[in-house]
């Protein structure tokens, strides 16, 4: 069974702040993807990023990075000098075959 | 850019009624995904389909909620006789293939009264 755990339910900055939201997972299979997704208000997912579990290779894209550690299970997700257009709910999910669970999601909300 | 359609946005129904929700996936997309989300939570899927079949619905309550893609392109997903409980967000996304990113629509807000 696969598993995925945000365990940060809420989170609020001051614009500029960085922010990280933590996730991890569990799953018995060595072949997988992690996702980020952001759901603003207005309620459409929008995909952040993909990563296959044979790559631990941080990213940068932008303001956004992403830290794998396949060791500790985790896919931490940094938003860096925050600004109010980020604030909205962000979902970490796991992919061993073709289906997603998502994580309970962490809503981030950017004060300005 | 390409986006995944549904209509409605949103919809009201009373309890034992009957309701639909329509899907139009991104042109070339052969896998469309059915999702509920229930306020506070994460998505969770209902079916997938792989052109016009069905992959997996394991989790779609069937005595009362069907789903076709009878062409393979858009989808349609009911839900009869509604209940209280079926109150939620309902998102269609599509991908290329299984696997590849998810791409979601804008949903559909369901209240059933």
């Known amino acids: 069974a696969q598993k995925v755990t945000q365990a940060q339910t809420e989170i609020s900055v001051v614009e500029k702040e960085d922010v990280t939201l933590d996730c991890v997972y569990e799953?018995?299979?060595?072949?997988?993807?992690l996702f980020w997704y952001k759901q603003p208000p207005s309620g459409e997912l929008v995909f952040l990023i993909r990563?296959?579990?044979?790559?631990?290779q941080n990213e940068i894209s932008g303001r956004y990075s992403w830290n794998f550690q396949k060791s500790t299970s985790s896919f931490n997700f940094t938003i860096t000098a925050s600004q109010v257009v980020d604030s909205a709910v962000y979902f970490c999910?796991?992919?061993?075959?073709?289906?997603?669970?998502f994580g309970a999601g962490t809503t981030v909300t950017v004060r300005a | 850019e390409a986006e995944v359609a549904q209509s409605p946005r949103y919809k009201i129904t009373e309890k034992s009624q009957a309701v639909a929700f329509w899907c139009d996936p991104i042109?070339?997309?052969?896998?469309l995904y059915w999702y509920r989300q229930i306020l506070g939570q994460g998505p969770e899927l209902l079916v997938q389909?792989?052109?016009?079949?069905?992959?997996?619905d394991s989790q779609l309550p069937k005595d009362r909620f069907s789903a076709e893609r009878l062409k393979g392109v858009d989808s349609t997903l009911k839900i009869q006789p509604a209940e209280l409980g079926d109150s939620a967000m309902y998102l269609c996304?599509?991908?290329?293939?299984?696997?590849?990113?998810?791409?979601f629509g804008p949903g559909t807000r369901l209240t059933v009264t």
């Open positions: 996304a599509s991908s290329l293939e299984p696997l590849h990113e998810q791409y």
């Open positions: 799953t018995r299979d060595t072949t997988y993807y």
């Open positions: 990563r296959n579990s044979f790559d631990e």
């Open positions: 999910a796991l992919s061993p075959d073709y289906k997603l669970s």
């Open positions: 042109s070339g997309h052969a896998t």
């Open positions: 389909f792989q052109d016009e079949s069905v992959v997996d």
